[in-house]
């Protein structure tokens, strides 16, 4: 896995964060400022499980949704 650059920003409500892949094969993870702190720690996981699942390379979006869900779920089970 690259680096990963995490940034806070001011999103529209209802957008909880994102990721990219960079062309130097970094990543970066912005994540809403607006959110609260549990919030965004919830966001960073979920965006980190994106990177973690190579998403970036796979195009239904749906599916990646619910895919990285189920993967969170599971973590959060076995914990
Ligand atoms: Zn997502």
């Known amino acids: 896995m690259g680096d990963i650059f995490t940034r806070l920003v001011d999103m529209p409500c209802g957008i909880c964060g994102h990721c990219n892949c960079n062309p130097d094969g970094s990543y970066t993870v912005c994540i809403n400022a607006r959110l609260g702190y549990e919030e965004q720690k919830k966001t960073y996981l ?21 895919d990285v869900r189920r993967r969170l779920c599971e973590h959060t089970k076995k914990r």
């Open 46 to 66: 979920h965006e980190l499980e994106h990177i973690r699942g190579n998403d970036f390379e796979k195009y239904n979006v749906n599916e990646i949704e619910n």
